[in-house]
């Protein structure tokens, strides 16, 4: 993605933790999730039922699986990453 302006925002499209395995897995069929847990589980459920000491793996590899169809809004475009906004900035032609 170029910019948080294309995160896609239709509801047919998009999970939040709130929904459930299920909804996932109709976004993202191959996630490894869907053979793991029940469909009716709510993912924030799965989430908190992962011991962060002792499987921090199974907590790192969810995220990845509900990344571009969850609707958090990082906040920042990675392509524009190093680019200060210009509320940074004092004028066009300077940066005092």
Known sequence: MADIAAIDENPAKTINLDDTIGDLCRLKPKASVC???????????????????SLPAKVQALTPQIRNTDTFNRGYAPHHF????????????SVD
């Open 35 to 53: 053979q793991e847990q029940s469909p009716q589980n709510r993912i924030i459920e799965v989430y908190q039922s992962y011991e962060p000491v």
């Open 82 to 93: 190093s680019v200060p906004e210009e509320s940074y900035t004092s004028g066009a032609d």
